[in-house]
């Protein structure tokens, strides 16, 4: 079992910034992709970025520019530094984590519990 432990989030300005990070703890053997997703109310699920194992990032495009991902591997933690926020990326944002096992071919997703991100006009 992995658990994701997510901090950082909080009430800012538009224009402003804020760093969110996710710890991953647990029975770990590799940690493929790590990612950050968003839910505004009323809205779906989204994906904001993800970085795999080999250092490869993608983001919505509504964030590009503004937010840069980050992993540290020996602490298997995943950073999200978002900049010149907007008052449309308020939303909660999800930790997300796909993990692999020895001798099982398969990925196990794990999601943090959420933190809400509030941007004001």
């Known amino acids: 079992q992995v658990q994701l432990v997510e901090s950082g989030g909080g009430l800012v300005q538009a224009g402003g910034s804020l760093r969110l990070s996710c710890a991953a703890s647990?029975?770990?053997?590799?940690?493929?992709?790590m990612g950050w997703y968003r839910q505004a109310p009323g809205k779906q699920r989204e994906l904001v970025a993800v970085?795999?194992?080999?250092?490869?990032?993608n983001y919505v495009d509504s964030v590009k520019g503004r937010f840069t991902i980050s992993r540290d591997n020996a602490k298997n933690t995943v950073y999200l530094q978002m900049t010149s926020l907007k008052p449309e990326d308020t939303a909660v944002y999800y930790c997300?984590?796909?993990?692999?096992?020895?001798?099982?071919?398969?990925?196990?997703?794990?999601w943090g519990q959420g933190t809400q991100v509030t941007v004001s006009s």
């Open positions: 647990g029975s770990i053997f590799s940690i493929n992709a």
């Open positions: 997300k984590a796909d993990t692999a096992r020895i001798g099982v071919p398969t990925t196990f997703r794990y």
């Open positions: 970085i795999t194992s080999n250092g490869s990032t």
